[in-house]
Protein backbone atom coordinates (compact mmCIF):
# COMPACT_ATOMS: atom_id res chain seq x y z
CA UNK A 1 0.00 0.00 0.00
CA UNK A 2 1.32 3.44 -0.73
CA UNK A 3 0.80 6.33 2.16
CA UNK A 4 2.63 8.74 -0.27
CA UNK A 5 -0.01 11.61 -1.79
CA UNK A 6 1.00 12.50 -5.62
CA UNK A 7 2.41 15.94 -5.99
CA UNK A 8 -0.76 17.19 -7.55
CA UNK A 9 -2.83 15.48 -4.14
CA UNK A 10 0.07 17.81 -2.01
CA UNK A 11 -0.85 20.90 -4.24
CA UNK A 12 -4.78 20.63 -4.18
CA UNK A 13 -4.67 20.48 -0.62
CA UNK A 14 -2.54 22.80 -0.31
CA UNK A 15 -4.75 25.71 -2.36
CA UNK A 16 -8.00 24.21 -0.79
CA UNK A 17 -6.33 24.90 2.82
CA UNK A 18 -5.00 28.50 2.22
CA UNK A 19 -8.09 29.49 0.02
CA UNK A 20 -10.67 28.74 2.73
CA UNK A 21 -8.28 30.68 5.25
CA UNK A 22 -8.54 33.57 2.89
CA UNK A 23 -12.41 33.34 2.33
CA UNK A 24 -13.20 32.67 6.47
CA UNK A 25 -11.45 33.92 8.76
CA UNK A 26 -10.96 32.72 12.18
CA UNK A 27 -13.91 33.24 14.36
CA UNK A 28 -14.40 33.33 17.99
CA UNK A 29 -17.38 30.34 17.52
CA UNK A 30 -19.66 33.72 18.10
CA UNK A 31 -21.26 34.49 14.90
CA UNK A 32 -24.21 33.49 13.26
CA UNK A 33 -25.80 31.17 10.54
CA UNK A 34 -24.21 31.08 7.54
CA UNK A 35 -25.23 33.25 4.38
CA UNK A 36 -25.76 32.84 1.01
CA UNK A 37 -22.82 34.51 0.10
CA UNK A 38 -20.49 31.83 2.25
CA UNK A 39 -22.36 28.91 0.69
CA UNK A 40 -22.00 30.55 -2.93
CA UNK A 41 -17.96 31.03 -1.58
CA UNK A 42 -18.30 27.26 -0.94
CA UNK A 43 -19.43 26.62 -4.34
CA UNK A 44 -16.94 28.92 -6.15
CA UNK A 45 -14.06 26.78 -4.66
CA UNK A 46 -15.65 23.18 -5.54
CA UNK A 47 -16.36 22.15 -1.76
CA UNK A 48 -20.24 21.99 -2.48
CA UNK A 49 -19.68 19.39 -5.32
CA UNK A 50 -16.45 17.64 -4.86
CA UNK A 51 -17.34 13.87 -5.62
CA UNK A 52 -20.54 14.40 -8.00
CA UNK A 53 -19.66 13.54 -11.82
CA UNK A 54 -17.96 17.05 -13.63
CA UNK A 55 -20.89 16.48 -16.11
CA UNK A 56 -23.26 17.69 -13.45
CA UNK A 57 -20.58 20.63 -12.67
CA UNK A 58 -18.89 18.16 -9.38
CA UNK A 59 -15.26 17.50 -9.36
CA UNK A 60 -15.48 14.12 -10.40
CA UNK A 61 -13.17 12.81 -7.40
CA UNK A 62 -13.24 9.86 -5.72
CA UNK A 63 -13.65 8.78 -2.02
CA UNK A 64 -10.30 8.97 -0.49
CA UNK A 65 -9.41 12.44 -2.80
CA UNK A 66 -12.77 13.79 -1.88
CA UNK A 67 -11.90 13.38 1.91
CA UNK A 68 -8.76 14.79 1.53
CA UNK A 69 -10.34 18.12 0.68
CA UNK A 70 -12.96 18.12 3.73
CA UNK A 71 -10.16 17.64 5.73
CA UNK A 72 -8.60 20.95 4.12
CA UNK A 73 -11.41 22.51 4.68
CA UNK A 74 -12.49 21.39 8.16
CA UNK A 75 -8.44 22.46 9.21
CA UNK A 76 -8.93 26.00 7.20
CA UNK A 77 -12.52 27.17 8.01
CA UNK A 78 -13.17 27.19 11.87
CA UNK A 79 -17.02 27.29 11.68
CA UNK A 80 -17.61 23.39 12.04
CA UNK A 81 -21.34 24.19 11.69
CA UNK A 82 -20.30 25.49 8.11
CA UNK A 83 -18.69 22.59 7.22
CA UNK A 84 -20.63 20.28 8.65
CA UNK A 85 -24.05 21.95 6.51
CA UNK A 86 -21.51 21.58 3.35
CA UNK A 87 -20.87 18.12 4.06
CA UNK A 88 -24.35 16.95 4.84
CA UNK A 89 -25.20 18.91 1.71
CA UNK A 90 -22.57 17.27 -0.62
CA UNK A 91 -22.55 13.34 0.88
CA UNK A 92 -26.65 12.89 2.56
CA UNK A 93 -28.53 15.20 -0.64
CA UNK A 94 -26.46 14.80 -3.13
CA UNK A 95 -24.68 11.50 -3.40
CA UNK A 96 -28.10 9.61 -3.43
CA UNK A 97 -29.29 12.24 -6.41
CA UNK A 98 -26.13 11.15 -8.35
CA UNK A 99 -26.67 7.53 -7.62
CA UNK A 100 -30.10 7.11 -7.91
CA UNK A 101 -31.85 9.99 -9.27
CA UNK A 102 -32.95 9.79 -12.83
CA UNK A 103 -31.28 11.38 -15.71
CA UNK A 104 -33.20 14.66 -15.44
CA UNK A 105 -33.42 15.72 -11.85
CA UNK A 106 -29.87 15.23 -12.15
CA UNK A 107 -29.42 17.54 -14.62
CA UNK A 108 -31.92 19.99 -12.84
CA UNK A 109 -30.99 19.89 -9.32
CA UNK A 110 -27.08 18.74 -9.24
CA UNK A 111 -25.14 21.28 -11.02
CA UNK A 112 -27.03 24.16 -8.60
CA UNK A 113 -26.17 22.39 -5.65
CA UNK A 114 -22.54 22.05 -6.69
CA UNK A 115 -22.72 25.96 -7.57
CA UNK A 116 -24.10 26.64 -4.42
CA UNK A 117 -27.31 28.32 -6.08
CA UNK A 118 -28.85 25.77 -4.15
CA UNK A 119 -28.80 24.73 -0.82
CA UNK A 120 -29.63 20.92 0.29
CA UNK A 121 -30.80 19.84 2.84
CA UNK A 122 -31.47 15.69 4.53
CA UNK A 123 -34.61 14.82 6.23
CA UNK A 124 -34.28 12.08 7.36
CA UNK A 125 -34.15 11.86 11.62
CA UNK A 126 -37.18 11.62 13.50
CA UNK A 127 -38.73 11.87 17.13
CA UNK A 128 -38.65 7.86 17.32
CA UNK A 129 -36.41 7.15 14.48
CA UNK A 130 -32.49 8.21 13.86
CA UNK A 131 -30.70 5.18 12.30
CA UNK A 132 -33.63 2.96 12.26
CA UNK A 133 -34.90 3.31 8.78
CA UNK A 134 -37.49 0.54 8.95
CA UNK A 135 -39.56 2.80 12.08
CA UNK A 136 -40.15 5.53 9.85
CA UNK A 137 -43.26 7.32 10.84
CA UNK A 138 -43.92 9.32 7.78
CA UNK A 139 -45.63 7.52 5.64
CA UNK A 140 -45.99 8.01 1.21
CA UNK A 141 -49.41 6.98 -0.35
CA UNK A 142 -49.72 6.29 -3.78
CA UNK A 143 -51.58 8.47 -6.02
CA UNK A 144 -51.88 9.85 -9.87
CA UNK A 145 -48.48 10.76 -10.91
CA UNK A 146 -46.44 10.10 -7.79
CA UNK A 147 -46.79 10.31 -4.08
CA UNK A 148 -48.04 12.02 -1.10
CA UNK A 149 -46.18 12.10 2.23
CA UNK A 150 -47.38 12.69 5.28
CA UNK A 151 -45.06 12.81 8.37
CA UNK A 152 -42.40 15.00 10.48
CA UNK A 153 -39.02 14.99 10.68
CA UNK A 154 -37.39 16.38 13.69
CA UNK A 155 -33.87 17.49 12.95
CA UNK A 156 -32.79 18.76 8.99
CA UNK A 157 -29.41 19.82 8.94
CA UNK A 158 -29.57 23.28 6.61
CA UNK A 159 -33.30 23.04 6.71
CA UNK A 160 -34.43 25.99 7.63
CA UNK A 161 -32.09 27.72 4.86
CA UNK A 162 -32.88 24.81 2.54
CA UNK A 163 -34.03 24.72 -1.09
CA UNK A 164 -34.42 21.10 -1.72
CA UNK A 165 -34.48 17.76 0.58
CA UNK A 166 -34.22 14.39 0.06
CA UNK A 167 -36.29 12.75 2.51
CA UNK A 168 -37.55 8.90 2.79
CA UNK A 169 -40.90 7.59 4.01
CA UNK A 170 -42.67 4.06 4.68
CA UNK A 171 -44.52 3.24 1.66
CA UNK A 172 -45.12 -0.26 2.93
CA UNK A 173 -45.41 -0.77 6.51
CA UNK A 174 -45.52 -4.38 6.33
CA UNK A 175 -41.93 -4.58 4.49
CA UNK A 176 -39.86 -3.02 7.32
CA UNK A 177 -36.43 -2.15 5.88
CA UNK A 178 -37.87 -2.68 2.43
CA UNK A 179 -40.64 -0.35 2.79
CA UNK A 180 -39.19 2.80 2.53
CA UNK A 181 -38.82 4.28 -0.52
CA UNK A 182 -36.51 8.28 -1.07
CA UNK A 183 -38.13 11.25 -2.33
CA UNK A 184 -36.59 14.60 -3.39
CA UNK A 185 -38.61 17.17 -2.28
CA UNK A 186 -38.51 20.84 -3.26
CA UNK A 187 -38.78 23.92 -1.00
CA UNK A 188 -42.28 25.54 -1.92
CA UNK A 189 -43.80 22.05 -2.61
CA UNK A 190 -47.68 22.37 -1.61
CA UNK A 191 -48.11 20.83 1.92
CA UNK A 192 -44.54 21.49 3.07
CA UNK A 193 -43.95 23.23 6.08
CA UNK A 194 -40.62 24.13 7.13
CA UNK A 195 -40.02 24.97 10.70
CA UNK A 196 -37.91 27.86 12.41
CA UNK A 197 -34.48 26.84 13.08
CA UNK A 198 -33.99 25.31 17.49
CA UNK A 199 -31.26 26.27 19.31
CA UNK A 200 -28.20 23.89 19.72
CA UNK A 201 -25.13 23.54 21.97
CA UNK A 202 -22.70 23.44 19.17
CA UNK A 203 -22.73 23.82 15.43
CA UNK A 204 -23.62 27.76 15.63
CA UNK A 205 -23.66 28.98 11.87
CA UNK A 206 -25.56 26.43 10.56
CA UNK A 207 -29.44 26.39 10.89
CA UNK A 208 -31.28 23.25 11.83
CA UNK A 209 -34.93 22.30 12.48
CA UNK A 210 -38.17 20.55 11.76
CA UNK A 211 -39.62 19.85 8.35
CA UNK A 212 -43.57 18.60 7.97
CA UNK A 213 -45.55 17.10 5.24
CA UNK A 214 -49.01 17.41 5.50
CA UNK A 215 -51.12 16.12 2.20
CA UNK A 216 -47.16 17.07 0.28
CA UNK A 217 -47.61 15.66 -3.20
CA UNK A 218 -43.88 14.53 -4.98
CA UNK A 219 -44.05 13.66 -8.67
CA UNK A 220 -42.32 10.17 -9.81
CA UNK A 221 -39.79 11.49 -11.26
CA UNK A 222 -38.41 12.95 -7.75
CA UNK A 223 -38.37 9.43 -6.47
CA UNK A 224 -35.01 8.08 -5.90
CA UNK A 225 -34.37 4.48 -6.96
CA UNK A 226 -37.09 2.34 -7.01
CA UNK A 227 -40.16 2.24 -4.78
CA UNK A 228 -38.43 0.03 -1.79
CA UNK A 229 -34.95 0.89 -1.85
CA UNK A 230 -34.69 3.79 0.14
CA UNK A 231 -33.42 1.96 3.16
CA UNK A 232 -30.58 0.66 0.95
CA UNK A 233 -29.79 4.30 -0.44
CA UNK A 234 -30.29 5.63 2.84
CA UNK A 235 -27.28 3.27 4.51
CA UNK A 236 -25.20 4.10 0.64
CA UNK A 237 -25.66 7.43 1.67
CA UNK A 238 -24.41 7.22 5.09
CA UNK A 239 -21.25 4.88 4.33
CA UNK A 240 -20.20 8.63 1.45
CA UNK A 241 -21.18 10.33 4.94
CA UNK A 242 -19.87 8.39 7.78
CA UNK A 243 -16.24 8.51 5.86
CA UNK A 244 -15.91 11.60 4.18
CA UNK A 245 -17.77 14.20 6.22
CA UNK A 246 -15.61 12.89 9.50
CA UNK A 247 -12.86 14.35 7.59
CA UNK A 248 -13.89 17.63 8.26
CA UNK A 249 -13.85 16.79 11.95
CA UNK A 250 -10.12 15.56 11.04
CA UNK A 251 -9.26 18.70 9.79
CA UNK A 252 -10.13 20.55 12.89
CA UNK A 253 -8.10 18.01 14.68
CA UNK A 254 -5.50 19.46 12.90
CA UNK A 255 -6.50 23.01 13.70
CA UNK A 256 -6.60 22.64 16.87
CA UNK A 257 -3.33 20.30 17.01
CA UNK A 258 -1.53 23.31 15.36
CA UNK A 259 -3.46 25.70 18.27
CA UNK A 260 -1.59 23.60 20.79
CA UNK A 261 1.56 23.38 19.73
CA UNK A 262 1.84 26.68 19.17
CA UNK A 263 0.42 27.86 22.42
CA UNK A 264 3.40 25.15 23.86
CA UNK A 265 5.95 26.46 22.12
CA UNK A 266 5.19 30.35 23.10
CA UNK A 267 3.64 30.28 26.68
CA UNK A 268 5.44 30.75 29.61
CA UNK A 269 5.42 29.45 33.05
CA UNK A 270 7.92 29.40 35.98
CA UNK A 271 10.48 30.74 33.31
CA UNK A 272 9.87 28.29 31.13
CA UNK A 273 8.39 27.60 28.07
CA UNK A 274 4.95 24.82 28.76
CA UNK A 275 6.24 22.58 26.35
CA UNK A 276 8.99 21.62 28.26
CA UNK A 277 6.71 20.14 30.91
CA UNK A 278 5.65 16.80 30.18
CA UNK A 279 2.79 17.02 31.79
CA UNK A 280 2.00 19.46 28.32
CA UNK A 281 4.11 18.12 26.03
CA UNK A 282 2.70 14.28 26.63
CA UNK A 283 -0.42 15.63 26.34
CA UNK A 284 -0.25 16.40 22.81
CA UNK A 285 1.73 13.63 21.93
CA UNK A 286 -1.46 11.74 22.88
CA UNK A 287 -3.49 14.26 20.70
CA UNK A 288 -1.00 13.65 17.82
CA UNK A 289 -1.36 9.25 18.05
CA UNK A 290 -5.19 9.71 18.27
CA UNK A 291 -5.51 11.86 15.42
CA UNK A 292 -3.15 10.22 13.72
CA UNK A 293 -4.99 6.80 13.81
CA UNK A 294 -8.21 8.06 13.29
CA UNK A 295 -6.67 9.33 9.44
CA UNK A 296 -5.17 6.42 8.74
CA UNK A 297 -8.77 4.53 9.37
CA UNK A 298 -10.42 7.13 7.38
CA UNK A 299 -8.07 6.87 4.40
CA UNK A 300 -8.41 2.96 4.59
CA UNK A 301 -12.19 3.18 4.86
CA UNK A 302 -11.79 5.67 1.79
CA UNK A 303 -9.71 3.65 -0.13
CA UNK A 304 -11.64 0.54 0.51
CA UNK A 305 -14.73 2.33 -0.69
CA UNK A 306 -13.03 4.03 -4.13
CA UNK A 307 -11.76 0.06 -5.18
CA UNK A 308 -15.20 -1.02 -4.20
CA UNK A 309 -14.50 -3.58 -1.54
CA UNK A 310 -16.18 -4.11 1.59
CA UNK A 311 -15.89 -1.08 3.34
CA UNK A 312 -18.80 -1.04 6.19
CA UNK A 313 -16.31 -1.86 9.09
CA UNK A 314 -13.96 0.57 8.20
CA UNK A 315 -16.19 3.23 7.65
CA UNK A 316 -17.38 2.24 11.18
CA UNK A 317 -14.37 2.52 12.79
CA UNK A 318 -13.06 5.36 11.24
CA UNK A 319 -16.05 7.10 11.95
CA UNK A 320 -15.90 6.49 15.76
CA UNK A 321 -12.07 6.95 16.05
CA UNK A 322 -12.59 10.54 14.50
CA UNK A 323 -15.76 11.40 16.63
CA UNK A 324 -14.33 10.25 20.12
CA UNK A 325 -10.91 11.37 19.36
CA UNK A 326 -12.12 14.92 18.14
CA UNK A 327 -13.93 15.54 21.47
CA UNK A 328 -11.09 13.80 23.19
CA UNK A 329 -8.39 16.85 21.50
CA UNK A 330 -11.02 19.47 22.08
CA UNK A 331 -11.05 18.83 25.83
CA UNK A 332 -7.08 18.67 26.34
CA UNK A 333 -6.79 21.96 23.75
CA UNK A 334 -9.12 23.90 26.83
CA UNK A 335 -6.78 22.09 29.02
CA UNK A 336 -3.26 23.02 27.37
CA UNK A 337 -4.86 27.07 27.45
CA UNK A 338 -6.57 26.99 30.77
CA UNK A 339 -8.68 29.56 31.23
CA UNK A 340 -7.81 31.41 28.19
CA UNK A 341 -9.39 27.98 26.88
CA UNK A 342 -12.65 28.33 28.53
CA UNK A 343 -13.58 32.06 27.00
CA UNK A 344 -15.42 32.55 23.86
CA UNK A 345 -12.66 34.87 22.64
CA UNK A 346 -10.54 32.27 21.94
CA UNK A 347 -12.79 29.68 19.73
CA UNK A 348 -11.54 26.68 21.82
CA UNK A 349 -14.80 26.15 23.81
CA UNK A 350 -17.08 26.27 20.66
CA UNK A 351 -14.72 23.22 19.12
CA UNK A 352 -15.90 21.24 21.90
CA UNK A 353 -19.42 22.10 21.54
CA UNK A 354 -19.00 21.43 18.02
CA UNK A 355 -17.19 17.96 18.01
CA UNK A 356 -19.67 16.57 20.64
CA UNK A 357 -22.47 15.76 18.22
CA UNK A 358 -20.11 14.18 15.96
CA UNK A 359 -20.04 11.51 18.60
CA UNK A 360 -24.20 12.01 18.52
CA UNK A 361 -25.16 12.22 14.15
CA UNK A 362 -24.59 9.96 11.36
CA UNK A 363 -24.98 6.53 13.91
CA UNK A 364 -23.49 7.18 17.77
CA UNK A 365 -20.84 5.50 19.05
CA UNK A 366 -22.94 2.86 20.28
CA UNK A 367 -24.31 1.85 16.72
CA UNK A 368 -20.79 2.10 15.17
CA UNK A 369 -19.38 -0.94 18.09
CA UNK A 370 -22.65 -2.50 16.72
CA UNK A 371 -21.41 -2.29 13.17
CA UNK A 372 -17.87 -3.48 14.02
CA UNK A 373 -19.07 -6.67 16.47
CA UNK A 374 -21.36 -7.64 13.85
CA UNK A 375 -18.49 -7.44 10.96
CA UNK A 376 -16.68 -9.40 13.33
CA UNK A 377 -19.32 -12.33 13.43
CA UNK A 378 -20.08 -11.68 17.03
Same mark, same amino acid.
Given at each position: ???? @? ?47 ? +? ?21 ? /? ?6 ? #? ?6 ? /? ?19 ? /? ?29 ? #? ?69 ? /? ?29 ? +? ?53 ? +? ?10 ? @? ?61 ? #??
Amino acid at each position: MDFA @WTEEQRQAYDRTLTAVREAFPASDGTAGYYDRGDWTQLGKLGLLGLSVP +AEYGGGGLGALDTARQVEALGRG /CDRTGLVF #GASAHLFA /CAMPIVDFGSPALKSRILPEM /CSGELIAGNAMTEDEAGSDVSRLATVGERTD #GGWILNGEKSFVTNGPAADVFTTYATTDPKAGYLGVTGFVVERGAPGLTIGEPFEKMGMAHVPAGRLTFEN /CFVPDEQVLGEEGQGGFIFQHSMGWERCCLF +AGFLGLADHLLDRAVEHARTRRQSGRRISQFQAVSHRIADMKLRTESARLLLYRA +AWEMDRGGPATL @WIALSKLAVSEGVVATALDTIRLFGGRGYQRAEGIEAALRDAVPSVIFSGTSDIQRDIISREL #GL
